[in-house]
């Protein structure tokens, strides 16, 4: 029995920032992050429940994300999840974060 | 703040926990409701759009798992419910985990005991301030040569007036005082003292004062220093006694302090202190002082020690009578522990080898559960439960069980000390400092846990290896991980036979080493509980002259002979087999030394005619003393076997002539009349044989032994002695009589005590050992039940069987015999302090205990082996 590969740091990383994307805009339940999330990654990320959740609640207790249970749109109870002032701050210093490393891994690879 | 935010998750995670439950659960069985709708919105029915929803949220367990791993705190939330569900577990097994506890209590147990005897008496802090820079400087020179030997007044004056290591060199004395005044009089164990002795140890008086400085100069008044425990029970703890006058040895002394109860120096025993004067020596001897003084600060022992051997160097250079005369310096607790450690020391290398056993031990039973636990296991891990969090929670499970272990065993410890103390059964220095306090409480809790994490890591290693899967699939027959795990079991016992060999290995050498001891006889063939001593001991100043005392002893055998009962009454001044009251050197007639040389010290002892006769000494040449040899007749001697051997070799000793001490001195030579067994006086275990006797008539002796053998047991006549003896003079001290057999008894108190002990750890090593074989043989058997039916039922007979059973556990003893010896040979070497009479190789020995570590194993595999031979084949063959 193997147990589920643990995500790597950066794998980890991505889903965090795709989860703080998606949240930027607007309040979102479980269900509507992951259909967003494949809908902006143009189907590249398709994030299961398995890493979603336990996502979400770490991010929560980082406090970064708060939650509240509310009306999905076909009117039964959902979790929805926004950003905090301490999520938005960790959003755009990922950001910049992200498009160091992704600039710096382009010119890698380019440079061989 | 994410710390804030943290530490507030952490709370409500451990404290809420139903709620954040109870929100997990309804948030995952939101989502999937959500997922569900979508699908049947997609066009599929109900029960398709259901199953395609579980299907991508990939188990509601796992996911729910997930999240819980991600939580703050959830590792100490894991391990409390480890801890639930390991107490469950090992309670729904409440005989394995008795089993389990109880070895480990023994293990445990017997090392918090010997921890905390050991700490209180190798390391503990002496209740003295600062006790850790006062040593103890002793003296020691050829002919003379004694560990701890004592120095004479000049030597002392020397070393006081060339000092720069130590603050203040003082001195003492001990020796048995007789007490009058107050009451009937009566012997106590007492010290003489120099004027800096109480200042140097640093010890204040509940009562009075010590000795002012200069109470050890010439004509100084006689003060008297009592123990607490003196002044409570003569006393009657009243503050009146200081001024008091009472009587020691004869003389007067004024009752000047009393010191605290803690306070136990030079003896335990000690119960008064009286200044010495030290007079102005006319010659280097008698020699009766040690020295004790406290480091200045910023000196080591070595440097002081390098002091004193340049002092010892420059006496050594004005007094040609000293030979390579030493000062040796020893820290007090040395002095103290020095020759207990070694005993003390192997204790605790037993104990441990008794818990390495139980570990192995406690290890096997683990495993054969571990087998049984395999479907459970795979259960587990099947329901989401990680490979680490399995090994973490069997981990949990054996700690549990270990600190269970320990509880049991810190009372085991509890116990065992306080009967210790109790009996004190091997003498032990220091005993009053030995308790269970914080530090045993920590290495209780250490070892406990240590060996929780030790036995529990052969289950836990056996689960990461097995494919829990395939037990799973397989319906939990027991797989390749069973044979693995048969293996490691093997491996145990055969490492738990090998450590009990050790531990019997030394015990029994230990035990053989005292047999041999207790064979010694110290010289006398009358039988030890046929003999009483009375101390006798005349103060009053009118036996300061020889020929009343002689007169009052002629006196006491005289009324001694006719107390029914008593066959035969002597004295001595000395006594088989520790009680030697003087050691000198002597002259031959005749013989020449070169300057400065001298004979040996040997054993002098004063006796009446009789003594030989009454203690059954063999008596080997010439005659014994008679009636007839007097103060006014010519002067005779004796002398023992190895005397006449060593320093009379070649003629007959008979009609030779010896003279006591050393050439200067000015005593008229003595013929040697008689020649005598060898009698020890100074220890069973030394073969310092030679004496020689002159009778009491003709010398004089103050304190003497009166020695009656009686015709049945002698404990009896006490009453009866001590009344004739006190009609004579009821002014002379008796001090309380005693058996031969009790005094044999306490010289082999201490290698006695060391033995039993031993023993003891290595019976329960042995159990524990022959539980480990049976235990691995009988889970084989059972293991194989289905192959053994197969051959009976293909015509091997019962006999065939039963030694197919048997050899395979002759084979893990015999391997464990093998191993067991090596070690064996190489640890026993720590116990050749011990040992009297044999080597720590002794081979008669080694022989014996791994034959009968063979035979135990044997009978251990016997019984599951003859369960084997009453398989029936049909229903070995059904239970497949």
């Known amino acids: 029995m193997n147990t589920p590969a643990r995500p790597t740091s950066l794998l980890q990383g991505t889903l965090d920032l795709l989860i703080l994307k998606t949240l930027a805009l607007e309040e979102m339940h479980g269900l509507g992050i992951s259909h967003r999330i494949a809908q902006i990654t143009k189907s590249t990320f398709q994030v299961k429940p398995g890493s979603l959740f336990p996502a979400l609640h770490r991010m929560e207790e980082a406090g970064w994300l708060a939650s509240r249970w509310g009306e999905s749109e076909s009117n039964r109870r959902a979790k929805y999840y926004r950003l905090t002032a301490a999520g938005r701050r960790q959003f755009l210093a990922e950001t910049r974060e992200w498009e160091k490393i992704s600039l710096a891994m382009t010119h890698a690879l380019e440079s061989i | ?880």
């Not at chain 2, 709370?11 to 809420?16: A, D, G, K, Q, V």
């Not at chain 2, 070595?302 to 340049?310: D, I, L, M, W």
């Not at chain 2, 055998?557 to 050691?583: F, I, K, W």
């Open chain 2, 1 to 880: 703040m994410p710390l804030r935010h943290r530490i507030f998750s952490l709370c409500r995670n451990l404290f809420r926990r139903p709620r954040v439950e109870r929100d997990l659960d309804e948030e995952v069985g939101a989502y999937l409701e959500q997922l569900t709708e979508e699908n049947a919105a997609a066009g599929m029915s109900r029960g398709e759009a259901r199953r395609a929803a579980l299907m991508e949220l990939g188990g509601v367990t796992q996911v729910k798992e997930e999240v819980r791993r991600v939580r703050a705190g959830h590792m100490m939330e894991d391990f409390l419910q480890d801890l639930r569900f390991g107490a469950r577990a090992l309670l729904r097994r409440p005989g394995f985990a008795a089993a389990a506890a109880l070895a480990l209590a023994l293990g445990i147990g017997a090392n918090t005991a010997m921890f905390s005897v050991a700490y209180g008496i190798l390391l503990r802090p002496l209740p003295y301030p600062d006790a850790a820079r006062v040593a103890l400087v002793c003296m020691r020179f050829s002919p003379q040569n004694f560990d701890f030997g004592t120095m004479c007044v000049a030597d002392f004056l020397d070393w006081q007036a060339q000092n720069h290591a130590f603050e203040e060199p003082s001195a003492w004395s001990s020796r048995r005082m007789d007490l009058a005044g107050a009451g009937e009089p009566e012997q106590v164990s007492g010290s003489g003292v120099t004027a800096g002795f109480f200042s140097t140890l640093q010890v204040r008086p509940v009562l009075g004062r010590g000795f002012l400085p200069g109470a050890d100069r010439p004509g100084s008044a006689a003060e008297a220093v009592l123990s607490e425990s003196l002044w409570r029970r003569r006393f009657g703890a009243s503050p009146g006694v200081l001024g008091q006058t009472i009587s020691v040895n004869g003389g007067a002394a004024t009752i000047v302090g009393v010191m605290p109860g803690a306070f136990h120096f030079p003896r335990a025993s000690t119960e008064l202190w009286v200044n010495v004067q030290l007079n102005p020596p006319a010659r280097r001897g008698p020699f009766f002082l040690r020295g004790v003084a406290r480091l200045k600060p910023g000196v080591t022992l070595e440097q002081a020690q390098a002091e004193t051997n340049a002092i010892g160097r420059r006496i050594m250079q004005e007094n040609p009578y000293y030979q390579r005369l030493t000062l040796p310096v020893t820290s007090l607790r040395e002095s103290m522990v020095g020759n207990v450690r070694p005993a003390l020391l192997a204790l605790m290398g037993a104990v441990g080898l008794v818990l390495a056993i139980a570990v192995v031990n406690v290890a096997n039973l683990m495993l054969a559960r571990a087998t049984v636990r395999e479907r459970e296991m795979a259960l587990r891990a099947s329901l989401g439960a990680g490979r680490g969090r399995l090994v973490r929670q069997l981990l949990t499970e054996s700690v549990l069980l270990a600190v269970a272990g320990g509880a049991a065993g810190l009372a085991l410890a509890w116990g065992a000390i306080r009967l210790l103390r109790a009996w004190n059964p091997g003498n032990l220095p220091l005993i009053e400092s030995v308790r269970l306090d914080g530090g045993a409480l920590a290495f209780t809790l250490l070892i406990s846990l240590l060996t929780g994490i030790l036995f529990g890591l052969a289950p836990a290693l056996h689960y990461a290896r097995a494919d829990l899967h395939g037990t799973l699939k397989e319906g939990g027959r027991a797989g390749g991980a069973g044979r693995a795990g048969g293996r490691t079991r093997a491996a145990l016992v055969v490492a738990e036979i090998a450590l009990s060999l050790m531990l019997l290995a030394g015990a029994g050498l230990l035990l053989r080493s005292l047999l041999r001891l207790q064979r010694v006889t110290g010289g006398f063939a009358a039988r030890p509980r046929a003999i009483l001593i009375v101390p006798v001991s005349p103060t009053d100043r009118k036996y300061d002259k020889a020929e009343p005392t002689i007169a009052y002893y002629d006196q006491v055998l005289e009324r001694a002979r006719h107390v029914p009962g008593v066959q035969s009454a002597a004295l001595s001044d000395s006594l088989p087999p520790d009680n030697q009251s003087d050691a000198d050197t002597f002259m031959i007639q005749g013989q020449t030394l070169a300057p400065g040389e001298l004979n040996p010290a040997v054993s002098d002892a004063l006796i009446s005619a009789d003594f030989f006769r009454t203690m059954r000494v063999p008596l080997l040449r010439g005659r014994h003393f008679t009636e007839h040899d007097r103060s006014d007749s010519h002067p005779v001697a004796m002398v023992s076997d190895s005397f006449a051997r060593h320093f009379l070799p070649g003629r007959d000793p008979i009609g030779r002539y010896i003279k006591q001490s050393g050439p200067t001195n000015d005593v008229p030579y003595m013929e040697v009349v008689g020649v005598v067994g060898d009698v020890k006086y100074t220890g069973l275990q030394k073969d310092t044989d030679a004496a020689y006797y002159m009778p009491y008539r003709q010398n004089y002796g103050r304190r003497m032994f009166l020695v009656v053998r009686s015709s049945g047991s002698a404990a009896g006549l006490a009453q009866a002695l001590r009344r004739e003896i006190q009609a004579i003079d009821p002014g002379v001290t008796l001090d309380r009589a005693s058996t031969m057999e009790t005094a044999l008894a306490r010289a082999v108190a201490q290698p006695r005590f060391d033995t039993m002990l031993l023993a003891l750890f290595a019976g329960i090593a042995l159990l524990l050992a022959a539980v480990g074989i049976y235990g691995v043989m009988a889970w084989s058997v059972a293991r194989r039940t289905h192959e053994i039916g197969v051959r009976m039922a293909l015509g091997a007979g019962q006999a065939s069987v039963l030694v197919m059973v048997i050899r395979q556990s002759a084979a893990l003893a015999l391997m464990g015999i093998g191993m067991g010896l090596a070690g064996a040979l190489v640890l026993t070497r720590w116990l050749a302090a011990l040992l009297f009479g044999i080597s720590a190789t002794d081979p008669l020995t080694f022989a014996a205990v791994a034959l009968g570590l063979l035979g135990v194993a044997l009978v251990a595999g016997f019984i599951p082996a003859h369960r084997a031979t009453r398989i029936s084949p049909a229903a070995a063959l059904r239970c497949e």
